[in-house]
T-cell receptor, first 111, second 111 residues
């Protein structure tokens, strides 16, 4: 079964608005990662947050991690049409040897 | 620096045929993965490797075999292709507890 589950499955917003996606996971983690996938392309790593971190920023991206609730959120501020993509969270399996992905959130940003 | 390269990019197989997908990375990464991506299912882990000469089963290993004879290469084999194996296949690599780099994918159709 998949470790991480993203919510919502789909999100449609206007350019300039903020987009928030959530990820819940089941077991304890060492880190949680977020990826972006443009249509028909491979995944691109966005940000990694370690279990002892609560918040991390990268440009317009802000990731939070709440290990007590086993959840993470990805916030994209001031969205652009180019942010249209699917976003996935990933955690390691229990052995810490493989990355397991959720089903993703499809973000559509219209101009 | 090519990153992660998958060959071929597209392939059509007849049911029962066999084929091998090749993944090559030039980043000296220890870990390598094969995923399949189907609509609505996210990425599912087929097999993975934590180092040269080692392989392990992921979430959906049936019908696939893998080999990691050289650190930079990870091969995925389909022994007897079935229509259910029609999918987009992604290879990825990373070092321990770090973000993964993905190839551009192989679109496989089994008829």
């Amino acid at each position: 079964s998949q470790q991480g589950e993203e919510d919502p499955q789909a999100l449609s917003i206007q350019e300039g608005e903020n987009a928030t996606m959530n990820c819940s996971y089941k077991t304890s983690i060492n880190n949680l990662q977020w990826y972006r996938q443009n249509s028909g392309r491979g995944l691109v790593h966005l940000i990694l947050i370690r279990s002892n971190e609560r918040e991390k920023h990268s440009g317009r991206l802000r990731v939070t991690l709440d290990t007590s609730k086993k959840s993470s959120s990805l916030l994209i501020t001031a969205s652009r049409a180019a942010d249209t993509a699917s976003y996935f969270c990933a955690t390691e399996n229990q052995a810490g040897t493989a990355l397991i992905f959720g089903k993703g959130t499809t973000l559509s940003v219209s101009s | 620096n090519a990153g992660v390269t998958q060959t071929p990019k597209f392939r059509v197989l007849k049911t029962g045929q066999s084929m091998t997908l090749l993944c090559a990375q030039d980043m000296n990464h220890e870990y390598m993965y094969w995923y399949r991506q189907d609509p609505g299912m996210g990425l599912r882990l087929i097999h993975y490797s934590v180092g040269e000469g080692t392989t392990a089963k992921g979430e959906v290993p049936d019908g696939y075999n893998v080999s990691r004879l050289k650190k930079q290469n990870f091969l995925l084999g389909l022994e007897s292709a079935a229509p259910s194996q029609t999918s987009v296949y992604f290879c990825a690599s990373n070092t321990v507890r770090a973000g993964a780099f993905f190839g551009q994918g192989t679109r496989l159709t089994v008829v």
